[in-house]
C-alpha cells in the first residue's frame, strides 16, 4: 500500500512571511497514463474540507494565487507565499489513484 | 451552482442502523462519482468509497468493506450512506463530495458534513 507522510505535522507560521509543506510517498506517483495525481486540501476550523490543487499544480478555481503546488515522483510541496490569517487551518495532500490522504499539518498563527 | 446538501445529525445507540443522505443539485447527478469521506473526532481525513450514480457501480476502501453500504436514488439526486448495526467507532463527521472527472483529482465540491454520534 503506498503511504503519504507530511512533514511537518504542525507549523507555526507568521502572518506575511511564507510557509511550506512536505507530502512524501513510500513510492513514486506516476500514472501509468504519465500523469500524477497529487492532490492538496485545506480544511480551515469548523469546515467541511476544500480542495485547493489537483494533479500536483493545477489550483482550483477561487484558490488565491498565493498557493502554488510542485514536485515529481515521491516528493511534493504545497507552498503559501504570504499567510494570511484566513490560511489558518489543517492541509492534506492526497494520492488521486489510491484515494489515500497523508496525516494533515496544521498551520496556525504564531 | 452545485450543491451537496446532507442530512442532520445522528445520535444513536450501537446496534441501531442508520442511513444518511446527501442531496445534489446544480449538475446532472448522474454524471459524477460521489465520494464519503469520514472524520473521526480531532483526526485526519479516510476515505471511505465511491458511487456512481448513474448505475451505482460502487467501490470501497478495503477499511470500510462490508462496514457500510452506499446507494443512490437517481430520481431524487440523493446518495446515502447506511449501516445496519452502528458501533461507538462509528463515532465520526461524514462528508460526502462530488468526485472530479478524471476522479483521480478527487472531490471538488464538498457537502457540510453530518455528525453521528454513537453511545449507548
Known amino acids: 500500500d503506498v503511504v503519504m507522510t507530511q512533514s511537518p505535522l504542525s507549523l507555526p507560521v507568521t502572518l506575511g512571511q511564507p510557509a511550506s509543506i512536505s507530502c512524501r510517498s513510500t513510492?513514486?506517483?506516476?500514472?501509468?497514463?504519465?500523469?500524477?495525481?497529487l492532490n492538496w486540501f485545506q480544511q480551515r476550523p469548523g469546515q467541511s474540507p476544500r480542495r485547493l490543487i489537483y494533479k500536483v499544480s493545477n489550483r482550483d478555481s477561487g484558490v488565491p494565487d498565493r498557493f502554488s503546488g510542485s514536485g515529481s515522483g515521491t516528493d511534493f510541496t504545497l507552498k503559501i507565499s504570504r499567510v494570511e490569517a484566513e490560511d489558518v487551518g489543517v492541509y492534506y495532500c492526497?494520492?488521486?489513484?489510491?484515494?489515500?490522504f497523508g496525516q494533515g499539518t496544521k498551520v496556525e498563527v504564531k | 451552482e452545485v450543491q451537496l446538501v446532507q442530512s442532520g445529525a445522528e445520535v444513536k445507540k450501537p446496534g441501531e442502523s442508520l442511513k444518511i443522505s446527501c442531496k445534489i443539485s446544480?449538475?446532472?447527478?448522474?454524471?459524477?462519482?460521489i465520494g464519503w469521506v469520514r472524520q473521526m473526532p480531532g483526526k485526519g481525513l479516510e476515505w471511505m468509497g465511491i458511487?456512481?450514480?448513474?448505475?451505482?457501480?460502487?467501490r470501497y476502501s478495503p477499511s470500510f468493506q462490508g462496514q457500510i453500504t452506499m446507494s443512490a436514488d437517481k430520481s431524487i439526486s440523493t446518495a446515502y450512506l447506511q449501516w445496519s448495526s452502528l458501533k461507538a467507532s462509528d463515532t465520526a463527521m461524514y462528508y460526502c463530495?462530488?468526485?472530479?472527472?478524471?476522479?483521480?483529482?478527487?472531490?471538488?465540491?464538498w457537502g457540510q458534513g453530518t455528525t453521528v454520534t454513537v453511545s449507548s
Open positions: 492526497m494520492l488521486g489513484t489510491h484515494w489515500t
Open positions: 463530495a462530488r468526485v472530479d472527472s478524471p476522479y483521480y483529482y478527487g472531490m471538488d465540491v
Open positions: 458511487i456512481y450514480p448513474g448505475d451505482s457501480d460502487a
Open positions: 513510492q513514486s506517483l506516476v500514472h501509468s497514463d504519465g500523469n500524477t495525481y
Open positions: 446544480g449538475y446532472r447527478f448522474t454524471t459524477y462519482w
